[in-house]
């Protein structure tokens, strides 16, 4: 599948260049197949190289900018007409560019799944120099050498990084250096490469490289080799659906979920825009959830194995103090860099959520039942499961005389404020964690009084969740409508599917959805993860036209891409991955849900193919 886009499309739709990256490396490719340095989104990014991992040890540890290039035929003037495709099943990006003055450039690019390499074909009609360059600017930052010899670079940032920049090209070319850096370690160099060939292929290489052997490979065997890459990973899970609009965000979602995922875990995307790459405990479990519940469990663990090499001082920071150890609680830090126990959040009220304590609960839970691994279950999943679930019973749960049992004051959903106490998406989360903690016990035979102790207390939360005597409410008095009250069955499975309170309020907050469904307080319509998040809620109750419902509301709010935005109204972050995942976890559970197949099927599809896990290790296939 290859999805396009024209001029013409894009003054009709948002457009933000499609990213192409394997994890580490990031960058996104625009319609001249550069990244011409122009601001897109409500952010007002502009494309850059960036890193996985490399970031500053300064304010909020931003990712390290590694530059940007540009390139095309020189002197062809503005650009008069355009095309643009992705391939998201092999992550080439191709473009075919006209100028004023006739002169066309043929555009294709692709980064390399498993090594650092960039592969750039470029094609020009008419006569006159194909030129390339890039400029590499930073902070705290030196380069020196040759395009032809490598670019040796030295950060200095969170680590001391080191390593080279290859710009390798396949035919004879020109180079002309020019160095404006400062005197103090303030980077900014420009190479521009000239190449009277038609015909070019360029490989930017990022530090392990053997230039010899990218020249022998050419454009040609490093694309077989991305193809195979490639089909190795849609392998593992599969849909064919009769919705085409529907399978071009799904493919676009699943493409930009795996080259998001770094080797640590999966940020909310791998741009400067999106909080620079930072990861968010939250966010991890529906990225974690779109990949699991599609097959791609290898790359899925990255989730919870990120959290269990961050849980010694997720424990420190809840309660060790002058080298005394409490119960082993655990709290995480909201925006966690590579480095455990730093926070990566500015200040504010969104430091006092306590919500992600639930949402890592939930992957290193869900990893164990999709695959059964007992090993895993012990060693990784229960104990984050019990710092979690010890979080919430020593830190955040009260219980009064009366024998009401209730949630502290923290921040639930930003919309509705700081300082709720009770809040009914935080308590829905306390309940679950608290669940499965226990049921993990049953299963490895241990903590067996914690467990007793568990069960309760989330019998309490559930008899004292917040509601009006007809339905749940986000919290005791609130005026305000809200996605929250979805949470009993989604994100967080903490209610009975039957609870007649939990349906009255997705009946509620459905009715006025367009004024309270964005992620913030702005615009007319439901932001597509608010929307992909009710769908998962409706295709558990079985309600399969209604989840399809949501989700062709969302498909039709996406970039010319098909990729999703966290809220496309008004143009705020393109290639939102949260949402990603929430979109492809709703197909995935129209088709299988808990080993069930075609549960929410919606009555409109016919003749759908799928391969998808069930429970315990089993794979799903059903042709037709």
Request: charged content about 25%.
């Amino acid at each position: 599948m290859v999805i396009s886009c024209t001029r013409r499309d894009a003054e009709n739709r948002r457009y933000a260049p499609p990213p192409i990256g394997n994890g580490d490396l990031s960058l996104q490719i625009d319609y001249c197949g550069s990244m011409t340095q122009r601001e897109y989104s409500a952010e007002r990014a502009v494309p850059v190289i960036c890193r996985a991992g490399v970031r500053y040890d300064f304010g909020t540890r931003p990712l390290v900018r590694f530059g940007a290039f540009q390139c095309g035929p020189e002197g062809a003037g503005e650009v008069a007409d355009w095309e643009q495709s992705l391939d998201p099943r092999y992550g080439v990006v191709a473009s075919t560019t006209t100028y004023a003055d006739g002169r066309q450039q043929q555009a294709s690019s692709f980064c390399m799944l498993d090594r650092n390499v960039i592969v750039l074909r470029r094609r020009i009609s008419g006569k006159g120099d194909f030129v390339f360059t890039y400029t590499l600017k930073g902070r705290r930052m030196l380069a020196s050498g040759m395009p032809d010899t490598g670019i040796d670079y030295h950060i200095d940032g969170q680590s001391q990084y080191r390593g080279k920049i290859f710009i390798l090209a396949d035919q004879p070319v020109t180079t002309e250096i020019e160095d404006r850096s400062g005197p103090l370690g303030d980077c900014d160099v420009t190479w521009t490469i000239r190449s009277t060939a038609p015909d070019i292929t360029l490989f930017m290489a990022f530090d392990d490289c053997v230039p010899e052997q990218l020249l022998a490979l050419g454009y040609d065997g490093l694309l077989a080799e991305q193809r195979k890459l490639w089909d190795e990973y849609w392998e593992e899970g599969w849909v064919e659906l009769p919705d085409k609009k529907l399978q071009e965000v799904y493919a676009t979602s699943q493409y930009h979920l795996r080259i998001n995922a770094t080797r640590w875990s999966m940020p909310v995307g791998l741009f400067p825009s999106h909080w620079d790459g930072r990861y968010f405990g939250f966010d991890e479990m529906f990225m974690f959830r779109g990949l699991a519940s599609s097959g791609h469990l290898s790359v899925a663990r990255r989730v919870p194995e990120f959290r269990r090499s961050h849980l010694e001082a997720a424990q420190t920071r809840a309660h060790r103090y002058f080298g005394k150890i409490g119960a082993g609680a655990a709290r995480f830090v909201w925006e966690t860099v590579e480095v455990p126990g730093i926070e990566g959040a500015p200040p504010g009220f969104w430091l006092e959520h306590i919500f992600h304590m639930s949402t890592i609960a939930c992957s290193a839970n869900d990893y164990y039942r999709y695959t059964g691994d007992l090993d895993y279950l012990r060693q990784c999943g229960y104990p984050l499961l019990r710092g979690c679930a010890e979080f919430f019973r020593v830190h955040a749960i009260y219980e009064e005389a009366s024998g009401r049992i209730y949630v502290g004051k923290c921040t639930d959903l930003e919309r509705l404020g700081a300082a709720r106490e009770n809040a009914y998406m935080t308590s829905c989360g306390a309940i679950n964690t608290l669940n499965a903690a226990a049921d993990a016990t049953d299963v490895l035979d241990e903590d067996k009084e914690l467990a007793v102790e568990w069960r309760r207390l989330a019998d309490g939360l559930r008899r004292h969740l917040p509601n009006d005597g007809e339905k749940y409410i986000p919290y005791p008095g609130c005026p305000d409508k809200s996605v929250a009250v979805f949470s009993g069955i989604f994100p967080f499975p903490a209610l009975p599917k039957d609870d007649p309170m939990q349906r009255r309020a997705l009946d509620d907050f459905l009715a006025v959805a367009e004024t309270a469904g964005n992620m913030y307080p702005v615009g007319t319509s439901i932001c597509s993860w608010y929307a992909a998040w009710m769908a998962i809620v409706y295709a558990r109750l079985g309600d399969g036209d209604a989840t399809l419902e949501l989700l062709s509301k969302t498909a039709a709010a996406t970039g010319c891409f098909s990729e999703i935005f966290e809220i496309y109204e008004t143009g705020h972050r393109p290639w939102f991955t949260t949402a990603e995942g929430s979109f492809v976890q709703a197909i995935n559970e129209l088709l299988v849900q808990d080993g069930r197949v075609g549960v929410a099927m919606p009555s409109s599809w016919k003749n759908v193919a799928f391969k998808l896990p069930g429970l315990y290790g089993k794979t799903i296939t059903v042709q037709g």
